[in-house]
């Protein structure tokens, strides 16, 4: 990938997206983590620094310090406008639901807390929820309905994690944000590799075999194995009521 290339593209379509969306004005949810940041230095780039507001909302102020330090500097160094606003109070009345919750719905339930501040502000401000979800988590479904996945505009949503972590480097974002393990902070210890069970260059290189190459399955599965060929395909197949509208039933 030509990284200046596909920066220039991106930040000219994002300032046209926020010309034709009538608003100077964009919130994100700024996590400490490479996708937030590459999606903060896009905005300022494209609409100006001024304009940009960056949200930390991390679920524990203690656990997620080394995150809402990097999140707090790196919006300095780009000199957004910057809020710390940790959502454990926000999140205290889900402990009192009646029937008994799985992690992954207290974890997606935390994901749309996020999701409905930045919304708040936005509404409030006539500012436009810029998403920082990437090309793998969105074919994947990677992401939670209504929660991060949830935006007005996706400025990296057509780049690999993968490619990511490339123009990262080469903007020369912070090296201790590109090395940090991608994590979606909805529980203590998560990660997103450990989730999927496999490493990003992994789950990029079977996506673009798939989708990009259009290679026949069995093809793919004897590069990469049948196993982690599998786990992307049923990935693939549970992602698609995430990126499409509620369905209508006609009568």
Known sequence: MDCEKA???IVLQTRIF????????????LSGGIDSALVAK?????IGAENVFAISMPLNEKISKQDISHAKNW?????INFYLLPISEFAKPFEKLKWKQSKISKGNSFARLRMNILYNFANSQNAI?????????LSLGYFTKYGDGGADVLPIGSIYKTKVIEMAKFLKLPKEIIEKKPTAGLWQG?????????KYCEMDSILKALIDEKKPVEIVKKEFGSKNVEIILKRIENAKHKLCLAKILEI
Do not use: C, P
């Open 7 to 9: 920066f220039t593209s």
């Open 18 to 29: 926020f010309k034709n969306a009538n608003s100077s004005k964009a919130v994100l949810g």
């Open 42 to 46: 896009i905005l300022a780039k494209a």
């Open 75 to 79: 919006a300095k160094a780009l000199k």
């Open 129 to 137: 929820v810029a998403g920082t979800g990437n090309r793998t988590e």
């Open 190 to 198: 998560q990660t997103d590799e450990k989730e999927i069970g496999m």
